[in-house]
């Protein structure tokens, strides 16, 4: 399984956008790129997915070279609620739909 | 959307008993459910992949005798800490997975705590 690598840590402040980078070298032909969210005692909840180019949904943005060795989450205008874990995992193909999770991002959004 | 919940969401017990903890896909079936363990300030870490019918495949690692894992239906995956002891206290969060056009989409549940007095 891809290995990868995200900043332990970002603060931002309410209102601005922030970019997540993550860099996943390794990543295999059939792997997805795969963002959750944690916050403190709860399950990570799904942000978005994506194979290559861009990814939008109504909380995210995901860019994704077309090399796929990273991928940045873009998440507009944050909140003092979006302070959580971010976490950024590549696989889910194939037969298991394995995914092993990295250390993640930990945003400090700021008022 | 898919949802997933676990039972109960908190346990306390006493050190040698044993807990058993479910996992259940509420509104689809999940031929594959896998187990994560969380201790405080750090990442998930996976412990098994439990298939529907079949015998769970346990990470390098973890003890399959101590933590016993069945996943008798499509709808559900239970795991049990067996002779529980302080150090199994931690964050236990369960995950179904879902495949669709090729690729697999998991949804989690929302997390059990065990605290082993």
């Known amino acids: 399984l891809a290995k990868t690598t995200q900043p332990i840590s970002m603060d931002s402040y309410e209102g601005q956008e922030v970019n997540i980078t993550c860099s996943h070298n390794?990543?295999?032909?059939?792997?997805?790129i795969t963002w959750y969210q944690q916050f403190p005692s709860q399950g990570p909840r799904f942000i978005i997915q994506g194979y290559k180019t861009k990814v939008t949904n109504e909380v995210a943005s995901l860019f994704i070279p077309a090399d796929r060795k990273s991928s940045t989450l873009s998440l507009p205008r944050v909140s003092l609620s979006d302070t959580a874990v971010y976490y950024c995992l590549v696989g889910g193909s194939g037969n298991t739909g394995k995914l092993i999770f990295g250390q993640g991002t930990t945003l400090q959004v700021k008022p | 959307g898919a949802v997933v919940s676990q039972h109960p969401s908190w346990v306390i017990c006493k050190s040698g008993t044993s807990v058993k903890i479910e996992c259940r896909s509420l509104d689809f079936q999940a031929t594959t459910m896998f187990w994560y363990r969380q201790f405080p300030k750090q990442s998930l870490m996976l412990m098994a992949t439990?298939?529907?019918?079949?015998?769970?495949?346990?990470e390098q690692g973890v003890e399959k005798d101590k933590f016993l894992i069945n996943h008798a239906s499509l709808t559900l995956s239970t795991l049990t800490v067996t002779s529980a002891h302080p150090e199994d206290s931690s964050f236990y969060i369960c995950?179904?997975?879902?495949?669709?056009?090729?690729?697999?989409?998991?949804?989690f549940g929302p997390g059990t705590r065990l605290t082993v007095l």
């Open positions: 390794n990543i295999a032909t059939n792997d997805y």
């Open positions: 995950s179904a997975s879902v495949t669709s056009g090729g690729r697999n989409e998991q949804f």
């Open positions: 439990s298939n529907e019918g079949s015998k769970a495949t346990y």
